[in-house]
């Protein structure tokens, strides 16, 4: 793929990718263990999981914010699914956006 990376594949063949690490990260397995006799190798779908995962999602995740009376003055709760994060003022909005997209994946 050279230079170009992720840029240069098709559509599709990302979807398929993002599909087989989804359910590669869902499955509990190790790579090998999840790639076996699937037809492709356990290293092929590291480094997609890697590549993928410097991708911007596209997908909307449902969130829902709201402040919370237990919670410290300028706080929020942020619910994605059953789980809840409390967000205290300062915090680190890489690291929020990381949370999320993993509480999101792991639904």
């Given at each position: 793929m050279g230079g170009c990376k992720l840029a240069c594949v098709k559509a599709t063949t990302r979807q398929k990718w993002a599909a087989r690490v989804r359910a590669w990260r869902g499955s509990g397995q190790d790579a090998a263990g999840f790639a076996a006799g699937k037809g492709f190798e356990a290293s092929t779908l590291r480094w997609w999981a890697s590549q993928l995962g410097r991708e911007v999602p596209l997908r909307i995740v449902p969130v829902v914010a709201r402040v919370s009376s237990a919670a410290p003055e300028g706080s929020?709760?942020?619910?994605?699914?059953?789980?809840?994060?409390?967000?205290?003022?300062?915090?680190?909005?890489?690291?929020?956006?990381?949370v999320v997209r993993a509480l999101e994946g792991a639904r």
């Open positions: 929020l709760v942020v619910e994605v699914g059953v789980a809840r994060v409390r967000v205290t003022p300062g915090f680190d909005g890489t690291l929020l956006a990381q």
